[in-house]
């Protein structure tokens, strides 16, 4: 008696099972993340989505594959037919690497005024990636930017941020003064301080013409870039572990700890961080100094975004656009904003945490956008030997003149 | 025993089908990609751009390449002779008749039944540390403080470093390997030459060395084939952006066959197939050299 009861259960399950999503409500819409299921932007995307399957009556397949699972997956899933109506990564590689499976967003875009309260800039930013067009919504903006702590400065005497490299250098001698250690980072963006100063001496189109073209010999601002590294060195400006901790040992460490005045890093180290430097640490930020003679100004740095992309063979495109919506515009993407301590992408929320207060006069003032690391990274077989000889030179391992002469060596 | 032919295709069709379909068709797919320019690893095959053997000769011309194979070759090498000779050392210690020796063997074994990404933490994080790590405190706590200054991840430390941690992790599993040859060994064997008057040095150059040749064999081809897949320690090691103290082929593959972390940077899975065909070929002539060097024993126990 009791195998037929159980027998009939499960065929009524299965019966169920099969016949259930033919009288379900609504539509399903299948969205990948970048994002790992226990980060706080993770936790925001999910509560904004339930709040869209809420108010529409759709389903979301909402799956979180992780930095790695994405572009290791999302291209060849959509290669082998996977349903994946939605789906979000960085502003260049969304754009640039999986162009050809994105859908046009302008009449969507239009249709709903979305411009009307999102970053200029980065709308901008994504049309100029796309080749002219909207292809990608961004959301979690981000700044690279020179972070530092406002107590040192306070403590070490100094007013005003600096904007210039002589000032730069001046600000650092008050921080060694006043006991502490002026620079830091770890290997993980230590590029980032190359690529960085080059550009200021000649531009973004520079650095990538020296990384993959090898002209170091040839171009006397790798020079000047190796002679004010070696200089920081030098007069004890620079952590001993200057970008060869291994990340996030340095910003976990020294800086977050409060030894280390100065840190050159994106608008999500705040967030990495928190959880050590506690709600007390004063944040403060300025854009990279200008030098001498340069050519790029306090208006050009790194500046971009996670950014949503739709299949442009999804037979669900509105509903996409409204999860977008959800996420990025109004309350959902003010949460994100205070849950994972980053900038709103939406222009109405006016209120950003107080972490990256001071970063929003150095957003507000860029008009020029580098790519990650201003180009230096572009080069991928050059990258760790330029990585290898810069740490050498910043812990005086390595002269300016060898630095060069180590570089035109490698390249040829 | 009569032999019904047709029962035996029955049973062995599918194993055949199988085997071809997971191993064969993947080998020979890569073999033929790796003459092909390909931008994606999905890619269709009409999409392929052939390019004959211009991936091979951008390997030989890339010297970020050439330092990843000089890794690996050191990670091969010194690596394996510090496991391997460990890893026999404990397992005859283990053998020896020591007391405990359950637990010593379960201790030394620990290591390969944590995660990767949590012992390269703990590496990085607590050992290495150069602020607090435990390297940095013995040493200061020792009054050494030369050593003390070190720091363990720059560019003229980071591979020993990231050497150590490794086969740290990997001396228990080849001592398990070493541990079940010896324990087939019969102990008249030893009880007769200690009888003969045999040191146990004598018992392990004359006896237990001789008779572990094909376990031997077994573990130097297993480090020769876990070797050549170094990657997540590589990766652990150096987040973000690659490492000329870290990379090794299967990072440099990964690199053309997905693109850098951080930069969108131009693909070539066929390139990285070419990797992996240039990586199969030492796996193979690594696996024919031992089987040539070392013979098999002639002795039955």
Redesign the interface.
Same mark, same amino acid.
């Given at each position: 008696m009791k195998k037929r009861i159980l027998c009939l259960l499960l065929a009524c399950v299965l019966t169920l099972m099969v016949i259930g999503p033919v009288f379900a409500e609504g539509k399903t819409i299948v969205y990948w993340s970048m994002w790992s299921a226990s980060e706080p932007q993770a936790i925001a995307i999910a509560e904004a989505v339930k709040a869209y399957e809420a108010a529409s009556g759709n389903t979301v397949d909402l799956q979180f594959k992780g930095r790695t699972g994405m572009?290791?997956g999302l291209?060849?899933a959509l290669?082998?037919g996977t349903v994946i109506d939605l789906f979000d990564e960085d502003i260049?590689?969304v754009n640039?690497?999986w162009g050809n499976y994105l859908l046009d967003l302008e009449d969507l875009a239009k249709a709903t005024d979305y411009e009307a309260t999102a970053i200029s800039g980065l709308i901008a930013a994504a049309r100029e990636v796309a080749g002219g067009t909207l292809k990608s919504i961004p959301y979690q903006p981000f700044v690279y930017t020179m972070f530092y702590n406002q107590e040192i400065f306070a403590e070490a005497g100094i007013e005003s941020v600096p904007t210039t490299w002589e000032e730069f250098l001046a600000a650092c001698e008050k921080i060694k003064a006043a006991g502490y250690i002026p620079f830091t980072t770890d290997?993980?963006?230590v590029?980032t301080n190359f690529g960085y100063h080059l550009a200021r001496y000649g531009g973004q189109d520079l650095v990538i013409d020296v990384v993959t073209n090898g002209n170091w010999a040839e171009t006397p601002e790798v020079l000047k870039v190796a002679q004010d590294y070696e200089d920081l060195y030098n007069k004890g400006y620079l952590s001993?572990?200057f970008g060869?901790?291994?990340?996030p *040992?340095n910003q976990n460490?020294?800086f977050a700890l409060g030894d280390v005045a100065m840190y050159l890093n994106g608008s999500w180290l705040p967030n990495e961080v928190r959880g050590i430097t506690g709600p007390d640490f004063q944040w403060g930020a300025f854009a990279y100094p200008t030098v001498p003679g340069g050519t790029d100004g306090l208006d050009a740095g790194n500046f971009g975004g996670q950014v949503y992309g739709i299949n442009k063979n999804t037979e669900v495109a509105e509903e996409a656009f409204e999860i977008i919506r959800t996420v990025t515009k109004g309350e959902y993407d003010l949460k994100l904003s205070v849950e994972s301590v980053g900038i709103p992408a939406d222009t109405t929320n006016t209120e950003w945490p107080a972490a990256l207060a001071a970063v929003k006069e150095v957003m507000a003032n860029l008009a020029v956008r580098y790519?990650?690391?201003a180009g230096s990274?572009?080069?991928?077989?050059?990258?760790?030997?330029i990585?290898?000889n810069f740490?050498?030179l910043c *812990?005086g391992?390595l002269t300016a003149q060898g630095f060069v002469d180590a570089m035109e060596a490698?390249s040829n | 025993m009569k032999r019904n032919k047709t029962m035996i295709i029955v049973f062995l069709t599918p194993a055949l089908v199988l085997f071809c379909a997971i191993f064969v068709y993947p080998i020979l797919r890569t073999i033929v990609m790796s003459l092909f320019k390909v931008e994606n690893i999905t890619s269709g095959i009409a999409q392929w751009q052939y390019v004959g053997f211009q991936n091979y000769k951008s390997l030989a011309t890339t010297s970020l390449f050439k330092t990843s194979l000089l890794n690996l070759l050191r990670i091969w090498a010194i690596g394996g002779m510090v496991v391997m000779s460990l890893g026999l050392l404990f397992a005859v210690i283990l053998n020896s008749g020591i007391r405990f020796k359950n637990f010593f063997r379960a201790v030394i074994y620990m290591p390969n039944i944590i995660s990767a990404v949590a012992l390269a933490t703990m590496w990085i994080q607590f050992v290495y540390n150069p602020r607090f790590g435990l390297l940095t405190s013995t040493f200061k706590l020792l009054g050494m403080d030369s050593l003390a200054a070190i720091n363990w991840t720059d560019t003229t430390h980071k591979f020993w470093a990231l050497l150590f941690a490794y086969c740290f992790g990997m001396v228990g599993y080849h001592m398990l390997i070493f541990s079940s040859g010896i324990e087939k060994i019969p102990q008249e064997l030893f009880e007769a030459s200690t009888i003969d008057g045999a040191s146990k040095v004598q018992q392990f150059r004359l006896i237990t060395f001789p008779l572990l040749r094909s376990v031997l064999k077994t573990n130097i081809t297993m480090w020769s084939i876990t070797s050549v897949a170094f990657f997540v320690w590589s990766q652990l090691f150096s987040m973000v952006t690659a490492d000329t103290q870290t990379i090794t082929p299967m990072v440099y593959m990964y690199l053309q066959v997905f693109g850098a972390g951080n930069v969108i940077s131009e693909r070539n899975a066929g390139l990285g197939a070419a990797v992996g065909v240039f990586l199969g070929l030492c796996v193979v002539i690594v696996f024919v050299l031992t089987n040539r060097l070392i013979k098999n024993e002639d002795l039955e126990f």
């Open positions: 572009r290791e291209q060849p290669d082998a260049d590689r640039v690497a290997d993980a963006y590029m001993s572990t060869t901790a291994a990340w *040992t460490g020294e790519e990650w690391s990274e572009n080069n991928p077989n050059m990258t760790p030997i990585k290898e740490q050498k *812990t391992n490698a | -």
